[in-house]
């Protein structure tokens, strides 16, 4: 009993030399707001980007067919945190953005790529003769995909879709590279200045779980809304 109360009284002791100490608790909490940020707009022009460069490789045009296979290849084939600082450091070096949007554009760069063949499969898994249908009732090529074949790809490919949303998030950790103070930057930081590596590790764990796991029972109860519509 003596050695369970002594490790708690450690414990406790490192709890508030980590996060009390010095207000350190709320370099993590800005940490946290940097992360979500950077996630949301990511995950939302990557969504864009992922549905441009889909269209651009089912085209029936050559030129769009090779600009989006080069850039799944270049994009898919080379590390996120390469790609993070040639866009921070080289492309937009001279731009005076906020640097969480800058992050934000690079990440949503990134996860296009991933987006674009998760679309890719969706649409070319829709029946053809919808397409057909669509032709049928005067709709054009642009009205059919949008009208009738995008709005069935997109119930089949969310749950691929909320994959690759909870993966970008966990990606952006990568953000101190460029001198954002992220989630895992914060835990860095609170490390360094305490010489305490348990805690601060633990805790970032912790806040990354947390958010992964909402994010999975929120994505989830929206999944299960759209399978309900689907029995209606």
Not at 72 to 97: E, N
Not at 152 to 158: D, G, P, S, Y
């Amino acid at each position: 009993m003596g050695l369970f109360a002594e490790w708690l009284s450690d414990l406790a002791y490192t709890f508030e030399k980590c996060f009390i100490r010095e207000d350190r608790y709320i370099m993590l909490l800005n940490g946290i707001g940097v992360t979500v940020k950077i996630a949301l707009l990511a995950g939302a022009f990557g969504l864009l980007t992922g549905l441009l460069i889909a269209m651009c490789s089912l085209s029936k045009k050559r030129l769009p067919r090779v600009f989006s296979k080069v850039y799944t290849d270049v994009i898919r084939g080379t590390p996120s945190v390469t790609q993070l600082m040639i866009i921070y450091f080289v492309i937009f070096a001279s731009v005076h953005w906020e640097k969480w949007v800058i992050a934000a554009i690079a990440f949503a760069i990134n996860s296009g790529a991933y987006v674009s063949e998760i679309f890719r499969g969706g649409i070319l898994s829709i029946d053809k003769g919808q397409s057909e249908a669509g032709r049928s009732l005067g709709f054009n090529t642009r009205q059919t995909m949008r009208f009738i074949v995008l709005p069935q790809a997109l119930k089949n490919i969310f749950p691929a879709l909320c994959n690759e949303f909870i993966t970008l998030t966990k990606e952006t950790a990568i953000v101190g590279y460029v001198g954002l103070v992220d989630i895992q930057k914060a835990g860095d930081f609170i490390k360094t200045a305490t010489f305490e590596a348990f805690m601060p590790l633990i805790a970032t764990a912790v806040i990354y779980f947390i958010i992964v796991k909402s994010l999975t029972i929120t994505l989830g109860k929206v999944e299960k809304q759209l399978r309900k519509a689907d029995i209606r």
